[in-house]
C-alpha cells in the first residue's frame, strides 16, 4: 500500500475524520499555492531529471520550507527516485510527501508533538514570543483545550508592560472560566509569576500557564526578564517550567524562524505554538522550524474559534498539504 493510501486511510477512521477536516480547511492557501505549482510542475516535465528538481527546489523554498531543508529534501528525494528507478514526474508527489513526514520526525517518534504535563502536581507552562503574534491568544485556547481534557487551570498575567495585555488575558480567563493571578500594569512580571505559583499551590491547580512580555526597550532587556521569570519558576518549583511555548505568527515566513533562533538562545524553548497557520500560503514554515531548529512545533492556529488551535500532528499537515491529491482514486 503506498504512503498516500496509508494516509488516507488514517485519516477516515474514528475521531481522525475531525483532524483531517479541520487541516484540510486550515490549510487550503498554503494548499492552493504549493499543490498548485507542483502540479504546473509535473504538467511541464514529464522526465525525471535536473531541471525537474531544480524548479522544485524553487517551488519549496517559496513555500518558505526553509534553504537548509529543501536542500536535504532534495537530496532524499534524488537518492528515492534512483532507489525506486522512478522515471516519471507524477510518481514523485507520493516520495515528496512521504519524505515531508519523514524529514519532519527526523530520528525522534510522534511523542515530540505531545505537551508535557505532569500526572501529578503542578506543571507549569511558560509561553513566550514577541508581541503581535497571538500570544495572549494561544493562552487563552490552551486554556480552554486543557479545561476540554479535564485539567485545572490558572493563567500568570505576566506581560505587565503592554498596554491592555492583563486586561486581554483576562477576557480569555472569563472565557475559559479560569482565575487569573495579575499585579498593575508596570509590575515586576517576575514577582507575578511568583504569587501565581503560590496561588496555584494552595489550590492545588494541575496546570499553570504563565503569559510573558513580547517586548521592552531592546532585545537584551527581553531576554534577560525572560531569564529572571524562569530562575523564579525553577526556584519554586524545582524541574520546572515543563514547557517553555514560543508563540510565532505562521504569515511572518522567514521571520518566524529568526524570531524562533533568538528565542531559542536565550531560553530553553521546548515547543512551539503557530498561529495563523490559515492566514499564509508559507505553511513550510512549519518544517524549517522543526529541521533547522530541532525544536516540535505542538500546536497549530487553524482559525479564530477556540477549538481551531490543533495539536500538530505532521502527517495530518502533510495531509493537509496534498488533500486535492488525496480525493482524487487511488490504485492500492
Known amino acids: 500500500m503506498s504512503f498516500i493510501q496509508k494516509l488516507k486511510n488514517k485519516f477516515k477512521q474514528e475521531n481522525e475524520e475531525e483532524v483531517s477536516a479541520k487541516y484540510k480547511e486550515g490549510m487550503e492557501k498554503t494548499r492552493t499555492s504549493f499543490s498548485g505549482k507542483i502540479n504546473?510542475?509535473?504538467?511541464?516535465?514529464?522526465?525525471?531529471?535536473?531541471?525537474?528538481?531544480?524548479?522544485?527546489?524553487e517551488v519549496l523554498i517559496s513555500a518558505d520550507v526553509g534553504v537548509m531543508t529543501v536542500m536535504d529534501l532534495i537530496d532524499e528525494l534524488k537518492f528515492e527516485v534512483q532507489r525506486r528507478?522512478?522515471?516519471e514526474t507524477k510518481e514523485v508527489k507520493e516520495v515528496i510527501s512521504e519524505k515531508l513526514v519523514d524529514i519532519y520526525y527526523g530520528d525522534d517518534d510522534e511523542e515530540i508533538?505531545?505537551?508535557?504535563?505532569?500526572?501529578?502536581?503542578?506543571?507549569?507552562?511558560?509561553?513566550?514570543?514577541?508581541?503581535?503574534?497571538?500570544?495572549?491568544?494561544?493562552i487563552g485556547k490552551l486554556a480552554h483545550r486543557l479545561k476540554e481534557e479535564g485539567k485545572s487551570v490558572m493563567l500568570a498575567a505576566g506581560d505587565t508592560f503592554r498596554a491592555g495585555a492583563i486586561e486581554q488575558l483576562e477576557v480569555w480567563g472569563e472565557r475559559a472560566g479560569v482565575e487569573v493571578i495579575k499585579q498593575s500594569a508596570g509590575s515586576d512580571p517576575a514577582a507575578v509569576i511568583f504569587d501565581a505559583i503560590k496561588a496555584a499551590k494552595s489550590r492545588e491547580v494541575d496546570v499553570?500557564?504563565?503569559?510573558?512580555?513580547?517586548?521592552?526597550?531592546?532585545?537584551?532587556?527581553?531576554?534577560?526578564?525572560?531569564?529572571?521569570?524562569?530562575?523564579?519558576?525553577?526556584?519554586e518549583v524545582p524541574g520546572a517550567p515543563h514547557e517553555v511555548l514560543?508563540?510565532?505568527?505562521?504569515?511572518?515566513?522567514?521571520?518566524?524562524?529568526?524570531?524562533?533562533?533568538?528565542f531559542s538562545e536565550s531560553t530553553?524553548?521546548?515547543?512551539?505554538?503557530?498561529?495563523?497557520l490559515d492566514g499564509t500560503a508559507k505553511g513550510g514554515i512549519v518544517l524549517a522550524i522543526r529541521h533547522e531548529l530541532n525544536i516540535p512545533v505542538k500546536f497549530v492556529g487553524l482559525g479564530e474559534k477556540a477549538e481551531d488551535m490543533q495539536k500538530f500532528d505532521a502527517n495530518a499537515f502533510v495531509y493537509g498539504l496534498f488533500a486535492d491529491m488525496l480525493e482524487e482514486p487511488m490504485e492500492e
Open 208 to 235: 499553570l500557564l504563565c503569559d510573558t512580555a513580547g517586548r521592552l526597550q531592546n532585545k537584551v532587556n527581553l531576554m534577560n526578564e525572560l531569564s529572571k521569570v524562569k530562575r523564579v519558576i525553577e526556584r
Open 268 to 276: 530553553d524553548v521546548t515547543g512551539i505554538v503557530l498561529t495563523k
Open 246 to 262: 514560543l508563540v510565532l505568527d505562521a504569515t511572518t515566513g522567514q521571520n518566524a524562524l529568526s524570531q524562533a533562533k533568538t
Open 40 to 57: 504546473d510542475l509535473i504538467a511541464r516535465y514529464r522526465k525525471v531529471d535536473e531541471d525537474f528538481f531544480e524548479e522544485l527546489e
Open 113 to 138: 508533538e505531545t505537551l508535557n504535563v505532569l500526572e501529578d502536581g503542578l506543571t507549569i507552562i511558560l509561553v513566550v514570543g514577541v508581541n503581535g503574534v497571538g500570544k495572549t491568544t494561544s
Open 85 to 87: 528507478k522512478i522515471k
